[in-house]
């Protein structure tokens, strides 16, 4: 163990490595958030012996150093490294359980290799996705533990060996991997900016601080508080680092000469966030908390309308925050808007895991909330294919669905009445989709719905508000659907409803017409449309009526019999009926079939 040793990888190994390398080309990023979730878990391997058997080890954190001089991207912990043994075996020898698994799920077109490796426990191996050479200096934190080097120059073999320099980033023990970047790759993977834009995207919640070696500001913050530091410092950053060990917050002068060397100065600055939002206690945040998070985390400028925030627990533990914005992206309703931008995203420990799981994760009608859901029990080594079929992903999709249902109805039960008026402007059609999709959930979701009606003077009413509001001797909910809401209002279908004072719900979204065969009824009272063939208003009505209708279609026979053979094509029937009051004449749907309205929207979609 005293010099340099060649080790081959195993042969399936290799195979993962070629496939990596060839499947994920256009998809090189995902490296980093595999490195740096490797960091993470060394880390929280300590984390748990420290707690344990009271283990000594340095401040845990995860340092990101792109050096574009050097050409070189290096990612470091303080976690529990590797003896020569791990570096042997873990980085190449022996194969994982998940590697054939993995080269099977990957050949399947359908599954997005950038999500297998992280599940299949290859995720090391994406470093040669940039990489022409990868360096990985480890110390095991037992006292007395020697450092090795392991080193890959191709894909075929590796060589480990002991290694002499002290150059363990920020402390005693733990694990520094030092990416020689490809050519190509310098530009992107070298850049400071791409760099954190990368860890944000991926790692912002991760457990552990991670520090990036980045410019700051000369005259800003802490970097003028040490100002005085830099005269001693060597042009060398990399030494400075060594020499600062402990601190978390280093500075040195500028290394790879930018445009103005004196100006522009370097230090480990934190880009995640502390303690994730959603793994707080809910009793311990304040309302602006969520609020600040939600724009944090979504980019939207607005307040989030509400949220809910809860853990899921029995079978399957999880934590999750959903919020409903106050306005739809652009795209939500446009069918063709391309998948992918769920905006609930899946975590497994604080590690973006993937967003794009859609109506696997929440049900269609529900994809205008945003969020998030974390789970320590959904295993990362699960392909996406498996997870959609893991039993876990549907009873956290079950418990979501349950809170969000929950979450609106607090947002209409709200005092301020405007809250869901607006909800409803921006969210409504995903109710009715809900209405319409979501059997199990009807019955809540219909007490959800708003309309506008002939006597809410423009303004929105829930079914519960029709119902106090119905006469004494209505029986049935009205409503009347057509195209324009003003030319609803005024038609000659309502006249003798609105002679008998009744209350008539106007629908002129088309998607009323979709969800209207899904409610029937409303507690005990039928839906019945004031375009429809036959309006009865119960015994008395056609009582009172009968012999004057009588009379009255005796004395037109004639000019019905003439009606009907003039538009013979154009018209099932002609009746002569008393639904109107003042106007002699209207062309309504028959009981069956679909309403003129539904015509009419079909017509529209068939262009
Ligand atoms: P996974 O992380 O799913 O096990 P990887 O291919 O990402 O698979 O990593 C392989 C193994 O290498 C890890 O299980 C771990 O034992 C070891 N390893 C990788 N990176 C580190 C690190 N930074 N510190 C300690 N061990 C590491
Ligand atoms: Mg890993």
């Known amino acids: 163990t005293s010099t340099e040793q060649r080790f081959h990888y195993k042969a399936e190994t290799q195979r993962v490595m070629q496939l990596i390398v060839h499947s994920l080309y256009s998809n090189k990023d995902v490296f980093l958030r595999e490195l740096v979730s490797n960091a993470n878990d060394a880390l929280e391997k300590l984390r748990v012996l420290r707690l344990r058997e009271g283990v000594e080890a340095a401040e845990p954190a995860i340092r990101i150093r792109p050096d574009r001089h050097a050409k070189t991207l290096r990612i470091c912990d303080t976690g529990v490294g590797m003896t020569r043994d791990e570096l042997v075996n873990n980085l190449g020898t022996i194969a994982k359980s998940g590697t054939s698994q993995f080269l099977k799920q990957v050949r399947n077109a359908d599954n997005d290799a950038a999500t297998l490796i992280g599940m299949f426990g290859v995720g090391f191996y994406s470093a040669f996705l940039v990489s022409d050479r990868v360096e990985v200096v480890s110390r095991h934190f037992a006292a007395n533990s020697s450092q090795y080097r392991w080193l890959g120059s191709d894909l075929d073999a590796f060589t480990v060996s002991p290694d002499e320099a002290a150059d363990l980033d920020g402390g005693q023990h733990g694990t520094c991997v030092t990416l020689h970047l490809k050519h190509d790759d310098v530009d992107r993977y070298a850049d400071v900016e791409k760099v954190e834009q990368l860890v944000t995207k991926y790692s912002q919640f991760t457990e552990f601080p991670i520090y990036l070696y980045k410019p700051v500001t000369a005259g800003a913050g802490a970097a003028a508080a040490k100002a005085t530091h830099a005269d001693f410092q060597q042009p060398d950053g990399s030494k400075v680092d060594e020499a600062t060990d402990e601190l978390l917050v280093e500075d040195a002068a500028a290394s790879d000469g930018g445009t103005s060397p004196a100006e522009t100065r370097y230090e480990y600055v934190r880009v995640n966030r502390a303690k994730p939002l959603w793994l707080r206690e809910p009793s311990t945040i304040a309302a602006e908390e969520y609020r600040q998070f939600y724009k944090d985390f979504t980019g939207d400028y607005g307040d989030p309308a509400e949220w809910t925030h809860f853990r899921g627990e029995g079978e399957v533990e999880f934590r999750a925050l959903l919020f409903v914005p106050q306005y739809p992206a652009f795209d939500l309703f446009d069918a063709t ?261 539904m015509e009419r929207i079909l017509r529209a979609q068939a262009l």
């Open 337 to 597: 808007a391309k998948q992918g931008r769920e905006a609930v995203k899946l975590y497994v420990r604080r590690v973006l895991v993937t967003d794009r799981l859609g109506e696997k994760l929440l049900p269609r009608w529900l994809n205008f909330l945003r969020g998030i859901v974390d789970s320590d029990d959904l295993p990362m080594n699960v392909s996406r294919e498996m997870l959609q079929k893991h039993r876990a992903l549907a009873l956290i999709r079950r418990k979501l669905q349950h809170k969000a249902i929950q979450m609106l109805e607090r947002l209409a039960n709200a005092t301020d009445a405007n809250a869901y008026h607006s909800f409803w402007k921006s969210f409504g059609k995903s109710i009715k989709m809900g209405v319409i999709e979501e059997p199990t959930h009807r019955d809540k979701l219909v007490k959800l719905l708003r309309f506008k009606t002939s006597k809410s003077g423009g303004n929105l009413t829930s079914l519960d508000e029709y119902v106090s509001r119905m006469k004494r001797d209505q029986k049935s909910i009205y409503y009347i659907s057509g195209e324009r809401e003003g030319a609803i209002a005024k038609s000659p279908l309502l006249e003798k409803l609105r002679q008998r004072d009744y209350e008539v719900i106007f629908m002129s979204d088309p998607l009323d017409e979709y969800m209207l065969p899904h409610v029937p009824r409303y507690g005990n009272h039928k839906l019945s449309s004031a375009s429809r063939e036959k309006l009865r208003f119960g015994r008395n009505d056609t009582w009172e009526d009968l012999p004057k209708i009588k009379e009255a279609r005796a004395r037109l026979k004639p000019l019905r019999q003439y009606l009907e053979q003039v538009l013979a094509d154009k018209l099932e029937k002609v009746v002569v009926s008393s639904r109107l009051h003042e106007t002699p004449a209207v062309v309504v749907s028959g009981r069956y079939g679909y309403s003129a309205n």
